[in-house]
Protein backbone atom coordinates (compact mmCIF):
# COMPACT_ATOMS: atom_id res chain seq x y z
CA UNK A 1 0.00 0.00 0.00
CA UNK A 2 2.67 2.36 0.89
CA UNK A 3 4.19 1.89 -2.65
CA UNK A 4 1.36 3.80 -3.66
CA UNK A 5 0.73 6.16 -1.66
CA UNK A 6 1.96 10.15 -2.18
CA UNK A 7 4.32 11.53 -0.28
CA UNK A 8 1.36 13.89 0.98
CA UNK A 9 -0.38 10.83 2.15
CA UNK A 10 2.47 9.01 4.03
CA UNK A 11 3.02 12.64 6.09
CA UNK A 12 -0.71 13.05 6.66
CA UNK A 13 -1.32 9.10 8.22
CA UNK A 14 1.93 9.48 10.02
CA UNK A 15 0.31 11.63 12.22
CA UNK A 16 -2.14 8.76 13.20
CA UNK A 17 -1.72 7.09 16.34
CA UNK A 18 -3.29 3.70 15.11
CA UNK A 19 -0.66 3.89 12.24
CA UNK A 20 1.94 4.44 14.41
CA UNK A 21 0.62 1.09 16.31
CA UNK A 22 0.65 -0.73 12.99
CA UNK A 23 4.42 0.08 11.80
CA UNK A 24 5.49 -1.26 15.37
CA UNK A 25 2.74 -4.42 14.85
CA UNK A 26 4.64 -4.85 11.49
CA UNK A 27 8.18 -4.22 13.05
CA UNK A 28 7.62 -6.55 15.47
CA UNK A 29 6.19 -9.53 13.40
CA UNK A 30 9.15 -9.13 11.23
CA UNK A 31 11.76 -10.21 14.13
CA UNK A 32 9.39 -13.00 14.93
CA UNK A 33 9.14 -14.16 11.47
CA UNK A 34 12.62 -13.25 9.35
CA UNK A 35 11.39 -14.97 6.25
CA UNK A 36 9.50 -12.76 4.05
CA UNK A 37 6.77 -15.50 3.12
CA UNK A 38 6.48 -16.57 6.40
CA UNK A 39 5.74 -12.65 7.12
CA UNK A 40 3.58 -11.96 3.82
CA UNK A 41 1.61 -15.09 5.08
CA UNK A 42 1.33 -13.63 8.27
CA UNK A 43 0.29 -10.19 7.37
CA UNK A 44 -2.10 -10.99 4.76
CA UNK A 45 -3.74 -13.56 7.26
CA UNK A 46 -4.31 -10.33 9.68
CA UNK A 47 -5.92 -8.17 6.90
CA UNK A 48 -8.76 -11.11 5.94
CA UNK A 49 -9.62 -10.56 9.48
CA UNK A 50 -9.83 -7.63 9.50
CA UNK A 51 -13.23 -5.42 8.84
CA UNK A 52 -11.81 -2.59 6.81
CA UNK A 53 -11.19 -3.56 3.00
CA UNK A 54 -7.91 -3.18 2.72
CA UNK A 55 -8.02 -4.48 -0.90
CA UNK A 56 -10.40 -1.60 -2.12
CA UNK A 57 -8.56 1.30 -0.79
CA UNK A 58 -6.51 2.02 -3.88
CA UNK A 59 -9.61 2.14 -5.51
CA UNK A 60 -11.15 4.23 -4.17
CA UNK A 61 -12.67 7.26 -6.66
CA UNK A 62 -11.62 10.04 -4.01
CA UNK A 63 -8.16 9.41 -4.29
CA UNK A 64 -6.79 7.40 -0.29
CA UNK A 65 -3.38 6.96 -1.67
CA UNK A 66 -2.81 10.38 -3.52
CA UNK A 67 -5.21 13.63 -1.69
CA UNK A 68 -6.97 12.03 1.60
CA UNK A 69 -9.77 13.56 3.25
CA UNK A 70 -9.60 14.16 6.57
CA UNK A 71 -12.61 11.44 6.65
CA UNK A 72 -10.42 8.76 5.00
CA UNK A 73 -6.95 9.87 7.13
CA UNK A 74 -9.13 9.20 10.43
CA UNK A 75 -10.85 6.00 8.89
CA UNK A 76 -7.56 4.52 7.96
CA UNK A 77 -5.53 5.38 10.74
CA UNK A 78 -8.74 3.43 12.96
CA UNK A 79 -8.30 0.43 10.33
CA UNK A 80 -4.17 0.54 11.29
CA UNK A 81 -5.03 0.19 14.97
CA UNK A 82 -7.21 -2.78 14.07
CA UNK A 83 -4.94 -4.20 12.16
CA UNK A 84 -1.73 -3.81 14.83
CA UNK A 85 -4.37 -5.36 17.49
CA UNK A 86 -5.09 -8.64 15.23
CA UNK A 87 -1.05 -8.55 14.78
CA UNK A 88 -0.52 -8.15 18.06
CA UNK A 89 -2.85 -10.51 19.89
CA UNK A 90 -2.31 -13.40 17.28
CA UNK A 91 1.42 -13.79 17.65
CA UNK A 92 1.93 -12.31 21.17
CA UNK A 93 3.98 -9.18 19.97
CA UNK A 94 4.29 -5.74 22.60
CA UNK A 95 1.53 -3.27 21.64
CA UNK A 96 2.24 0.73 21.14
CA UNK A 97 -1.35 2.21 23.10
CA UNK A 98 -1.93 6.03 23.03
CA UNK A 99 -4.67 6.19 25.95
CA UNK A 100 -3.99 9.65 26.38
CA UNK A 101 -5.05 10.82 23.07
CA UNK A 102 -8.91 10.75 22.03
CA UNK A 103 -9.53 7.06 19.81
CA UNK A 104 -9.68 7.04 16.22
CA UNK A 105 -12.97 5.86 16.36
CA UNK A 106 -14.25 9.40 18.18
CA UNK A 107 -12.24 11.63 15.88
CA UNK A 108 -14.29 9.76 13.26
CA UNK A 109 -17.26 9.98 14.75
CA UNK A 110 -16.79 13.61 14.85
CA UNK A 111 -15.49 13.98 11.47
CA UNK A 112 -18.03 12.41 9.72
CA UNK A 113 -20.32 14.50 12.11
CA UNK A 114 -18.70 17.53 10.95
CA UNK A 115 -18.35 16.79 7.10
CA UNK A 116 -20.46 13.99 6.11
CA UNK A 117 -23.34 15.86 6.61
CA UNK A 118 -24.26 18.85 4.25
CA UNK A 119 -26.86 21.37 4.20
CA UNK A 120 -27.57 23.64 1.29
CA UNK A 121 -29.71 26.19 1.12
CA UNK A 122 -30.44 28.16 -2.38
CA UNK A 123 -32.09 31.35 -2.50
CA UNK A 124 -33.98 32.17 -5.83
CA UNK A 125 -35.21 35.51 -6.43
CA UNK A 126 -36.55 36.33 -10.41
CA UNK A 127 -38.15 39.96 -9.72
CA UNK A 128 -40.78 40.46 -12.36
CA UNK A 129 -39.49 43.79 -13.68
CA UNK A 130 -36.19 41.34 -14.55
CA UNK A 131 -35.47 39.93 -17.00
CA UNK A 132 -36.63 35.95 -16.62
CA UNK A 133 -33.95 33.31 -15.01
CA UNK A 134 -34.67 30.13 -15.15
CA UNK A 135 -34.25 29.32 -11.84
CA UNK A 136 -36.65 26.28 -11.64
CA UNK A 137 -34.86 24.82 -14.38
CA UNK A 138 -31.53 25.16 -12.47
CA UNK A 139 -33.15 23.89 -9.70
CA UNK A 140 -34.56 20.52 -11.59
CA UNK A 141 -31.08 19.64 -13.17
CA UNK A 142 -29.79 20.06 -9.91
CA UNK A 143 -32.10 17.86 -8.16
CA UNK A 144 -31.80 15.20 -10.92
CA UNK A 145 -27.99 15.52 -11.22
CA UNK A 146 -27.60 14.55 -6.94
CA UNK A 147 -29.82 11.71 -7.53
CA UNK A 148 -27.43 10.17 -10.01
CA UNK A 149 -24.25 9.85 -7.73
CA UNK A 150 -23.09 6.61 -6.69
CA UNK A 151 -21.80 5.97 -3.69
CA UNK A 152 -22.08 9.51 -2.25
CA UNK A 153 -19.11 10.62 0.47
CA UNK A 154 -21.61 13.23 1.89
CA UNK A 155 -25.52 13.18 2.26
CA UNK A 156 -26.20 16.88 1.09
CA UNK A 157 -29.75 18.37 1.67
CA UNK A 158 -30.65 20.77 -0.84
CA UNK A 159 -33.64 23.13 0.01
CA UNK A 160 -34.56 25.32 -2.64
CA UNK A 161 -36.45 28.85 -1.51
CA UNK A 162 -38.47 30.76 -4.68
CA UNK A 163 -39.53 34.42 -5.14
CA UNK A 164 -37.15 35.40 -1.63
CA UNK A 165 -37.72 38.43 -0.15
CA UNK A 166 -35.15 40.50 1.91
CA UNK A 167 -37.36 39.81 5.37
CA UNK A 168 -37.05 36.13 4.66
CA UNK A 169 -33.27 35.94 4.24
CA UNK A 170 -32.17 35.58 8.13
CA UNK A 171 -35.68 33.41 8.40
CA UNK A 172 -34.58 30.70 6.07
CA UNK A 173 -30.68 30.59 7.22
CA UNK A 174 -31.96 30.10 11.19
CA UNK A 175 -34.71 27.66 10.03
CA UNK A 176 -32.63 25.53 7.46
CA UNK A 177 -29.16 25.61 9.38
CA UNK A 178 -27.20 25.44 6.04
CA UNK A 179 -23.50 25.01 5.74
CA UNK A 180 -23.72 26.41 2.41
CA UNK A 181 -25.65 29.16 0.86
CA UNK A 182 -26.56 29.42 -2.89
CA UNK A 183 -28.09 32.80 -4.14
CA UNK A 184 -29.75 32.14 -7.65
CA UNK A 185 -31.10 35.31 -9.25
CA UNK A 186 -29.80 38.88 -10.52
CA UNK A 187 -27.17 40.93 -9.21
CA UNK A 188 -25.36 44.07 -10.01
CA UNK A 189 -22.14 46.25 -9.26
CA UNK A 190 -22.41 45.67 -5.04
CA UNK A 191 -26.03 44.57 -4.79
CA UNK A 192 -28.00 41.32 -4.92
CA UNK A 193 -31.70 41.66 -6.35
CA UNK A 194 -34.46 39.72 -4.52
CA UNK A 195 -38.19 40.44 -5.03
CA UNK A 196 -40.72 42.60 -2.75
CA UNK A 197 -44.34 41.51 -1.62
CA UNK A 198 -45.36 42.02 -5.04
CA UNK A 199 -42.85 40.55 -6.88
CA UNK A 200 -40.66 43.48 -8.05
CA UNK A 201 -36.97 43.81 -7.26
CA UNK A 202 -35.83 44.74 -3.88
CA UNK A 203 -32.07 45.35 -3.83
CA UNK A 204 -29.78 44.25 -1.14
CA UNK A 205 -26.20 45.99 -0.57
CA UNK A 206 -23.55 43.36 -0.46
CA UNK A 207 -22.55 44.90 3.04
CA UNK A 208 -25.94 44.65 4.54
CA UNK A 209 -26.03 40.98 3.11
CA UNK A 210 -21.89 40.42 4.79
CA UNK A 211 -23.63 41.65 8.00
CA UNK A 212 -26.49 39.00 8.10
CA UNK A 213 -24.37 36.00 7.28
CA UNK A 214 -22.03 37.23 10.03
CA UNK A 215 -24.86 37.56 12.66
CA UNK A 216 -25.35 33.99 11.53
CA UNK A 217 -22.06 32.19 11.07
CA UNK A 218 -22.36 29.25 11.15
CA UNK A 219 -21.79 29.42 6.82
CA UNK A 220 -18.68 27.37 5.37
CA UNK A 221 -19.72 28.35 1.63
CA UNK A 222 -21.38 31.35 0.14
CA UNK A 223 -21.96 30.74 -3.96
CA UNK A 224 -23.64 33.96 -5.89
CA UNK A 225 -24.70 32.56 -8.95
CA UNK A 226 -25.39 36.23 -10.61
CA UNK A 227 -24.28 38.72 -13.03
CA UNK A 228 -21.20 41.09 -11.47
CA UNK A 229 -21.30 39.79 -7.82
CA UNK A 230 -17.75 39.60 -7.05
CA UNK A 231 -18.10 43.20 -4.88
CA UNK A 232 -20.82 41.14 -3.37
CA UNK A 233 -18.89 38.22 -2.77
CA UNK A 234 -15.31 40.23 -1.77
CA UNK A 235 -17.80 41.80 1.19
CA UNK A 236 -19.12 38.61 2.47
CA UNK A 237 -15.73 36.88 2.07
CA UNK A 238 -15.19 39.09 5.48
CA UNK A 239 -17.19 36.45 7.36
CA UNK A 240 -17.28 33.09 5.40
CA UNK A 241 -14.02 31.51 4.45
CA UNK A 242 -14.97 30.25 0.97
CA UNK A 243 -17.21 32.63 -1.54
CA UNK A 244 -17.59 32.13 -5.11
CA UNK A 245 -18.45 35.10 -7.32
CA UNK A 246 -18.46 36.64 -10.94
CA UNK A 247 -17.06 39.46 -12.99
CA UNK A 248 -19.63 39.98 -15.32
CA UNK A 249 -22.83 38.40 -16.75
CA UNK A 250 -23.73 35.08 -16.32
CA UNK A 251 -25.46 32.84 -19.19
CA UNK A 252 -28.73 31.10 -17.93
CA UNK A 253 -27.90 28.31 -20.55
CA UNK A 254 -24.46 27.40 -18.62
CA UNK A 255 -24.95 28.42 -15.28
CA UNK A 256 -27.23 25.05 -14.62
CA UNK A 257 -24.24 23.27 -15.35
CA UNK A 258 -21.99 25.03 -13.24
CA UNK A 259 -24.17 24.30 -10.06
CA UNK A 260 -24.64 21.09 -10.55
CA UNK A 261 -21.07 20.22 -11.14
CA UNK A 262 -20.19 21.95 -7.92
CA UNK A 263 -22.44 19.85 -6.08
CA UNK A 264 -22.20 16.92 -7.86
CA UNK A 265 -18.13 17.54 -6.72
CA UNK A 266 -19.23 18.11 -2.84
CA UNK A 267 -21.28 15.04 -2.54
CA UNK A 268 -18.27 13.40 -3.93
CA UNK A 269 -16.91 14.40 -0.82
CA UNK A 270 -14.10 17.11 -2.51
CA UNK A 271 -13.13 20.42 -1.88
CA UNK A 272 -15.01 23.62 -2.26
CA UNK A 273 -12.14 24.60 -3.99
CA UNK A 274 -11.98 21.00 -6.23
CA UNK A 275 -15.50 21.35 -6.96
CA UNK A 276 -15.14 25.31 -7.97
CA UNK A 277 -12.70 23.96 -10.12
CA UNK A 278 -15.04 21.09 -11.68
CA UNK A 279 -17.63 23.34 -12.03
CA UNK A 280 -15.61 25.97 -14.13
CA UNK A 281 -14.44 23.06 -15.98
CA UNK A 282 -18.31 21.60 -16.77
CA UNK A 283 -19.04 25.40 -17.82
CA UNK A 284 -15.78 24.98 -20.11
CA UNK A 285 -17.14 22.04 -22.35
CA UNK A 286 -19.96 24.74 -23.50
CA UNK A 287 -17.92 28.45 -23.36
CA UNK A 288 -14.40 28.94 -22.13
CA UNK A 289 -15.29 32.81 -21.95
CA UNK A 290 -18.74 32.08 -19.64
CA UNK A 291 -15.98 29.80 -17.67
CA UNK A 292 -13.57 32.92 -16.73
CA UNK A 293 -16.36 34.88 -15.63
CA UNK A 294 -16.16 32.77 -12.10
CA UNK A 295 -14.17 33.82 -9.18
CA UNK A 296 -13.51 32.09 -6.12
CA UNK A 297 -12.41 33.99 -2.90
CA UNK A 298 -10.43 31.69 0.09
Known sequence: MLLQASAAFIVRIRAEPGFVELIDAYAGLAQKYPS???????????????????????????????????????????????????????????????????SNEQQVVKAVDMQAKLNVLVLNATPDDQ?????????????????????????????QKFAVRLDQIQKELLNNEPMV????????VGVLLFEDREGNTSEIDGEVLAEILGAYGNLECVVLHACLTEDVAQACRKHVDTVVGSVDSI????????????????????SYENAFRMGVAEVSTVSREEADKYRLLT
Open 251 to 270: NDLTAPKFTYAFYQALAHGR
Open 131 to 159: GRIRADREAALLEEQLEMVKSPRRDLTVV
Open 36 to 102: ETDLRYHTANAVRKATFDWAQLALRQTGSLTDPTEIEALEIGDASAELAAILSDEHGLSRRTHSEEP
Open 181 to 188: LHFSGHGD
